[in-house]
């Protein structure tokens, strides 16, 4: 495998400064901005109910839930924000702890995919590296995915982790279940009191719970195929990484908080979510561009990743593979 090249031949002086900067400001907006929309979204629903309202609302909670996961993502980097503790508290307790993560535990594994990434020891290939596969297997997935099958069954995996192994003492069972959930299961608490103090705490099920276990599912898989797979070479920093370009409908609803620059993401970990635009813009002016691997939309990615049913993968990227268990917080394995 190839390394990522090094900053300084990739942008001067000038524009490293430029993307290196981390503000307070954006991460305290981008934080304030998904709680916003989701606010918003039960508001709709609260004071115009009928299926439609619902059905929006279910998509935009669940791809701003995504969100929150991509700001812990960066968070994890040290880059949601300028000041340190604050980038941190925002990643756990606004971020990571109500969608049942934990910034340090995502860390941990997130960091050998950025080391090792698309090689076989990359964690995060056994969400990819088993395209493409035929279509009727991807629409099974997807239909998994927003039947709210595949969050089902992703959560009692947690929590049957988090609960530990046959035999252990009731001491050391519920510490341990503390030590992995509590704080998430605390977070989620008072999530649930603030609803119930509003007058509506069933929208806590209904407007948290399932879009969490349905559309973020989805957008969580849509989000990890365009990021990798099918790549054209592992080993090319440049090409085992795929930005994809998106409308503002796709942004909205899939790719929220730039989380489509995934090469450039790749190339410079350390550029917060808010500055992959620009950087995107210095490469390409730079004649990096043409090297870059790049998407055009998410229906593109999908069908370049699948083939049809009654025809045989050309090249396929890797060995058929079973169904993943895990979460986006603690990585996945077959």
């Not at 305290?28 to 115009?48: D, E, F, P, R």
């Not at 000041?83 to 971020?95: D, G, I, K, R």
């Not at 993968?313 to 169904?323: F, L």
Request: a positive charge; aromatic letters at 12%.
């Amino acid at each position: 495998m190839k390394s990522a090249p090094a900053a300084t031949s990739l942008l001067t002086p000038v524009q490293l400064a430029t993307v290196r900067q981390r503000s307070n400001a954006w991460g305290l907006w981008l934080v304030g901005h998904a709680w916003l929309v989701i606010g918003a979204s039960m508001t709709l629903v609260a004071y115009v109910p009928n299926p439609v309202t619902y059905l929006v609302a279910i998509m935009l909670i669940g791809s701003r839930q995504l969100g929150l996961l991509i700001l812990m993502h960066d968070g994890a980097h040290g880059v949601l924000a300028r000041t340190p503790n604050l980038s941190l508290a925002l990643s756990q307790w606004l971020c990571a702890f109500p969608l049942l993560a934990e910034t340090g535990a995502y860390r941990c594994y997130h960091l050998q995919h950025h080391a090792r990434t698309m090689q076989d020891d990359d964690p995060d290939l056994v969400l990819t590296g088993h395209y493409p596969i035929p279509r009727s297997s991807l629409r099974r997935k997807l239909f998994r995915d927003v039947l709210g099958r595949t969050g089902f069954a992703q959560r009692r995996a947690q929590f049957k982790a988090a609960w530990g192994a046959p035999g252990l003492r009731w001491r050391d069972r519920l510490s341990r279940f503390a030590d992995r959930l509590g704080r998430q299961l605390l977070v989620n608490l008072l999530l649930f009191c603030l609803l119930a103090a509003s007058g509506h705490w069933t929208f806590y099920f209904t407007l948290w719970v399932v879009p969490a276990l349905t559309w973020q599912q989805l957008v969580l898989r849509i989000r990890n195929i365009a990021e990798h797979a099918v790549v054209p070479d592992r080993n090319d920093p440049f090409k085992n990484a795929r930005t994809t370009e998106t409308s503002w409908l796709e942004r909205a609803l899939f790719a929220p908080y730039w989380v489509n620059y995934h090469t450039e993401h790749h190339l410079l970990m350390w550029a917060p979510c808010y500055r992959l635009p620009v950087l995107r813009r210095f490469l390409h002016a730079n004649g990096f561009g043409d090297r870059m691997l790049t998407a055009h939309g998410y229906w593109a990615v999908l069908c370049a990743v699948s083939f049809p049913d009654h025809a045989a993968p050309v090249s396929p990227s890797g060995p058929t593979r079973q169904r993943a268990v895990g979460t986006f917080g603690e990585g996945f394995k077959a």
